[in-house]
């Protein structure tokens, strides 16, 4: 973000400059040093200097503005309607033998494709961080919440930065319900800051804390400090490195609470780093994915945000069916609202500021196409999955995530 001269106001630099006004006539006053000529040749200075000061300012600000997407941090590509995606980075696709020749084709495809994956995740970000402090934030007659603060070394670019996130413990506990990890979708601006709004009343994940389950809402979608990393292994695969970092830091904290293991609930992208989650560890053993049915082939052609045209890529795959294929036989379950633009239903994505549209809708070959293949690894593999299909649009209901939890 750029803060120092174009945030500047234009009320701010009128005081200054009145500032430097009264500074020169006062000395002039009292010691009578500068003839007209030389208080006429001083104001002609100011003035110059005081408009280069202003052109700068007014250029930065210009410069700022193209260089910014929505509200984001991430830098547009002004080509990023061109399709950048080099097809052969390719590196996975669930192969049909997996899938056509029984349990233990499908078994041999998940432990190869699981350390592979967990390789393209362990090294799309190096860096270890390490719990600084938890504090307390609320303490009310039915749970605690605290602020979460874990850092990192100083050579890391999220040195300095939030990380962490919010924890609610209930004040009843019970001992058969997992921990929930909550992660926020890509349409609420909270990206690389402690998400508290999370737990504000009518959200999802403070349902989920009134249903007694044990919730962490991690930071997540660092856009520009990680870009280097984002853009090579992709940000949601990175983005699933630093959240699985979180967990591990709060080793400590998560004996002192009776749970049973984790599970996780997301929206949207949170809901795609869910399962990116629940495929990186075995710990995870329910999933709760809302709006999070995109195909990742329409979001490579299509769907390309302005200033976040790739925050949904992975390069190495061809599908995310690759990364579903290590959710079995853990149970799942998809949520899709019939108003959701990813519904399949023939309408365009409409045009935003932030966004050109689409030259088409998601298609049902690929929403429920990918789906089927994803209950065919289940019928293989046992374990439970399913779709439920509502009325709503691109959100997620807490009471039906803490029932399906139960
Ligand atoms: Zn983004």
Known sequence: MVHSLTSAPPGAIFLWELSLHRHVTSHYAHHEIFTQVGIMKSKGIIAALLFLFCSIIVFRYIEAKKAKGRDGDLAVNKEEKVISYDYGELKFDVPIDALAMGKD????????????????VSNSWPWSPELKEVRLLEDNEKYKKFQIDIGYEKSCPLFNSSSGGILAIPKVIDSSKPIIIAIHGHERSTWGKHPLDMLDEGQWAKTLVDNGYIVFCPVSMHHEKIKEYGSKSGYLVVWTKIISDY????????????HNGFAVVGLS????????????????QKGFFAGANQPLEFMRREYRAKGHPECWDVPAIASYTAIYSL?????????????????????????????????RDVTTDEIYGNFLLL?????????????????????????????FLN
Request: proline share 7%.
């Open 269 to 284: 992208a949170g809901g795609q780093i869910s399962y990116f989650l629940m495929a990186y560890r075995d710990d995870i």
């Open 105 to 120: 084709s499908f078994v041999v495809w998940q432990k190869n494709f699981k350390s592979q994956y967990h390789n393209m």
């Open 247 to 258: 967990i591990d830091c709060l080793k400590n904290e998560w004996t002192k609470h009776p």
């Open 375 to 403: 209950k065919e690894m289940y019928k293989i593999r046992g374990g439970d999955i399913d779709l439920i299909i509502h009325d709503g649009g691109h959100e997620l209901n807490g009471q039906v995530a803490a029932d």
């Open 327 to 359: 959710l079995p036989p853990r149970s799942v379950r998809f949520y899709l609202g019939k108003k959701d633009p990813f519904y399949p239903n023939m309408e365009k994505f409409p045009v935003y500021p932030w966004f050109d549209g689409t030259k």
